[in-house]
């Protein structure tokens, strides 16, 4: 099992920064990516961001540029920097691993953490 605790939300001005953290514990040698997602209200969750096992990143068109995901040398906290944010960045983003599995993918979810920008 994998738990994963996420924090750093909040409300912040459009044009302003927020730095999301994700705390992974448990059977973490076995997670090959991690990942943020996000979801508005009424809408559907989406990717923003991954990070593979060798540091590959990958990210989504709307945040290109203005979010980096990093994670620390034990590959235990995986963040997200999110920069010059937009109200349409307003949603809960959830921390997300993935660990491989002889049928195929498991995925370990948050609890999620609130962004809220104000225009």
């Known amino acids: 099992q994998v738990q994963l605790v996420e924090s750093g939300g909040g409300l912040v001005q459009a044009g302003g920064s927020l730095r999301l953290s994700c705390a992974a514990s448990?059977?973490?040698?076995?997670?090959?990516?991690l990942a943020w997602y996000r979801q508005a209200p009424g809408k559907q969750r989406e990717l923003v961001a991954t990070i593979t096992s060798g540091g590959n990143t990958n990210y989504a068109d709307s945040v290109k540029g203005r979010f980096t995901i990093s994670r620390d040398n034990a590959k235990t906290t995986v963040y997200l920097q999110m920069n010059t944010l937009k109200p349409e960045d307003t949603a809960v983003y959830y921390c997300?691993?993935?660990?491989?599995?002889?049928?195929?993918?498991?995925?370990?979810w948050g609890q999620g953490t609130q962004v809220t920008v104000s225009s």
């Open positions: 997300n691993a993935k660990r491989p599995h002889e049928l195929g993918v498991i995925d370990y």
């Open positions: 448990g059977n973490i040698f076995s997670i090959n990516l």
